[in-house]
Every structure is written in C-alpha cells, then in structure tokens.
C-alpha cells in the first residue's frame, strides 16, 4: 500500500469534482476546491473521520468493497479505479467483478434526477445504485449478495418481491425477466455470470425452467408499467432505459405525465421517505 500516492490520488481527484457533478447543491462561500471530505464520505457511505485519515496518510488499508465505494463516488473512469486498488494494495477487480463499477456517464445522468425516481442496473438486473426517490418507490437498500443481488433470481425464488406488481401484470414481467436473461446469456456465455445465474434458477423455480424453453429474447429499452406502493397504491409509469455502449448496465428512469393522478404520487415519494419500509421491514427491488 503506497499511503503518500493514495492520499496524493484521492486528494486530486476530489479537488476536480464540484458538487453540481454529482448531483448536490453548491452552497455558499466554499473555502474548499472541489469536493468537501465529508461530501466523499458520505457519497461513499463512509465516516468523514475514515476518509480523511486516508487522505492524511494514516489510515488502514481500505477493503475492496471500500475502494470500490469511493470509486464510485469519486467518479472514477475504469483505468483510475484499476488504478485506486493498485496504489492501495488491492488486486484491480477481475472482469466479472468489473461488472459492479457504474460507468461514470450514467452516474453524471442520474445525478441530475433529483425530481423522479431512477437507477443504474447491470444487464443481470442488480441494482448498482439509485437516487432517493427510487429508493422512496422500492424501499429499503440494495444490500443482497450473492446471485440474491439479481432481482432475476429473487423474481423467481422470493415471493415477496412480486408484491411490486399487480397480480394481472406479473406473468408479463416473468416472461420480461426471463427474456432479459436470455440476452444476457447470449452476450456473456454459459460459463459466466449469467450461466450460473441461469443454471441456479432452472433448479429453484419451475416456472422460470419453463418459461427459459420459450427461448424469448429481449433488452428493456422502453416499456409501461404499473408499480404497487404499500401506502400510495397503483402508480403508472413509463420506463425509460439508457444503457452503457458495451450493454452491460442501463439507466432506468420511471416518468409518468404531468398533472396526472401517477405524477402526484411520485412527487409524494419525496415526502414519504423509507419510512413505510422502516416499519416493515421490507425491501422490494426493481
């Protein structure tokens, strides 16, 4: 671990940032160029103490998921975060774990979602991060490990998460699901990711080996939905996506039509919060 070099790198690359790029107000009378410490810290969902002892040279060597973190918040492109791990000790992340390091271009996007929600999914359907009001809609965090990460495999293994959908719309999104999956596992091969997600899966549910048969292939690029929230009820969106030049992750933005009944709601998830989810214990995903 070169302590001066990485101390050197996360100062610089701090300084080069202003908050309007990651989506925070600017505020007043800023002695500080670029990012504050704390702001880093909290966009990478660390202690201020943690962070700055890191940029003075004395703190511990930081985990991989915490390297990873501060990459993300610190928008770094995919050579600055092989490069992060390297001067920090840390083997770079192996293309298979790359997948999990949101390209820079969309986190510009959805920092500037501030008024609907919005987030980043990898073309296995793992939630990469979302703003505030995605996580007022879904609830709770995007905590899950292993191939839970997938709301594929939690589609197909958790009944809980179909509560998202009204009980007419959720065949559709099955056959959505399983047909996403199937460009997935088109594009990255059976020995990947997507391989073992499939193999998982024709195992657990029935359904999905069935519906796997149909041979249906499909990429979300746009599509009409209606979501269930526990205390606002059916919401009607549109589902926009904009995805990442290689495919592999996709901005989802969910819209629905000004001075409409679904309009009003979503602006009501601004106020709501996490606290429904709180209470509940719940934590639906896209």
């Not at 059976?190 to 499939?198: D, T």
Request: aromatic fraction near 6%; proline fraction near 5%.
């Amino acid at each position: 671990m070169d302590r001066a070099e990485l101390a050197a790198f996360l100062r610089r690359r701090r300084e080069r940032l202003r908050p309007e790029d990651v989506g925070l107000l600017p505020g007043a009378r800023r002695r500080t160029a670029g990012l504050r410490r704390e702001e880093v810290a909290s966009l990478a969902a660390m202690s201020t103490d943690y962070y700055t002892r890191l940029e003075q040279q004395r703190g511990p060597q930081p985990s991989e998921q915490m390297l990873a973190a501060l990459a993300r918040a610190l928008r770094l492109t995919d050579d600055e975060r092989d490069y992060l791990f390297e001067v920090a000790g840390r083997t770079a992340p192996s293309p298979a774990a790359t997948a999990a390091h949101v390209a820079p271009a969309l986190l510009r996007v959805l920092d500037r979602l501030s008024d609907t929600p919005a987030l980043i999914l990898s073309n296995l359907g793992e939630v990469l991060v979302r703003n505030r009001l995605a996580e007022a809609l879904y609830g709770g965090k995007a905590d899950h490990t292993g191939l839970a990460r997938s709301e594929i495999y939690r589609w197909f293994t958790d009944p809980d998460e179909r509560l998202l959908y009204p009980e007419g719309d959720r065949d559709r999104q099955s056959r959505a699901l399983v047909a996403n999956l199937r460009a997935a596992h088109g594009s990255m091969g059976p020995r990947s990711r997507a391989g073992e997600l499939v193999r998982a899966l024709i195992r657990e549910s029935e359904e999905f080996a069935r519906l796997w048969e149909h041979h249906e292939v499909a990429k979300r690029f746009e599509d009409h939905k209606v979501l269930v929230h526990p205390q606002l009820g059916e919401i009607e969106v549109d589902c926009q996506a904009l995805f990442t030049e290689d495919q592999s992750q996709a901005l989802l933005v969910l819209t629905a039509p000004p001075r409409t009944e679904a309009f009003e709601k979503l602006q009501l998830l601004g106020v709501l919060g996490n606290e429904r989810f709180e209470d509940s214990g719940s934590t639906a995903s896209p």
